[in-house]
């Protein structure tokens, strides 16, 4: 699937300033060029647009850059999205599961055609699945971005389709439009979404959406590897994870 066009040098100023405020004691030219990779030349220059811009200033003592108090007021003072306060909601019912299961628990979040992790509990187990929380994973072939694109709009649905990469990562892969259709029809037939290996070939998962005004906002998952568990346990497993992403879906309609 094709991504979308970005501003690579707008992610660059977005990298200083991330730099910046983990280092509260402050940051050189030098230090920041050093960080980023950047000649000092160009990281000069994004720090002069971002001091321009307010985000960052400069001390005049020891010339270092520190975020701005405006920018720290700015982002204080920020709306919450609804994924902002789904987080907080999802806390107690992914600790349920994880000391049911005691495998990797993750909250999934749709970013344009791709998933992401936006929290996780990681398996206690010394032979666990690491988890990159960056990656840029197609909907289609997880559990997790399954139980999401199952319940978009119909018309959401076919636009995913038709711009959807089948390339095989497993062998068991979804490989073609009429298999994902057949698998997203039971998905939404059953209420949650398993995978037996399609991302990673020793990892099953079963996922089920949160869903508020029957909109699926973001998907509940549990990793099981297979040198611990069968597709029986995963997909028993089903009831309780749909039980725990009706807790988040109680806690949120609370607030919105």
């Keep these: ?13 977005i990298g200083i300033l991330e730099q910046i ?33 307010g985000f960052l200033v400069r001390d005049p003592l020891n010339r270092k850059y520190y975020i701005s108090p405006s920018t720290i007021d700015l982002f204080r ?22 000391e049911k299961y005691n495998e990797n628990v993750l909250l999934a979040f749709k970013k344009e055609n791709n998933l992401v992790f936006i929290k996780h509990i990681s398996s206690g187990h010394i032979m666990r699945i690491g988890i990159e929380s960056t990656s840029r994973i197609p909907l289609h072939t997880t559990a997790a971005g399954r139980a999401i694109l199952a319940f978009l709009p119909e018309k959401e ?27 997203l ?25 949160v869903l508020i005004n029957n909109h699926p906002i973001a998907s509940l998952v549990v990793q099981f590897p297979t040198l611990r568990h069968s597709e029986v346990d995963a997909n028993e497993a089903a009831v309780e994870i749909m039980k725990q992403t009706e807790i988040i879906e109680d806690s949120l309609k609370k607030e919105i």
């Design 157 to 183: 649905v076919n636009t995913y389709i038709k711009k959807a990469s089948f390339e095989k990562i497993t062998s068991k892969t979804v490989g073609s439009e009429n298999e994902l259709r057949k698998i």
């Design 1 to 13: 699937m094709k991504n979308p066009r970005i501003l690579p040098s707008f992610l660059k100023g």
């Design 21 to 53: 405020a983990a280092n509260p004691t402050g940051m050189r030219i030098t230090d920041i060029s050093q960080k980023t990779g950047l000649p000092p030349s160009n990281a000069t220059l994004y720090v002069n647009t971002l001091v321009n811009a």
């Design 185 to 209: 029809s039971e998905t939404r037939k059953n209420g949650y979404a398993f995978n037996s290996g399609e991302f990673e070939n020793e990892v099953m998962a079963t996922a089920a959406p």
């Design 77 to 98: 003072n920020a709306s919450e999205g609804i994924v902002h306060q789904l987080i907080p909601h999802a806390d107690q019912p992914m600790l349920a599961l994880h």
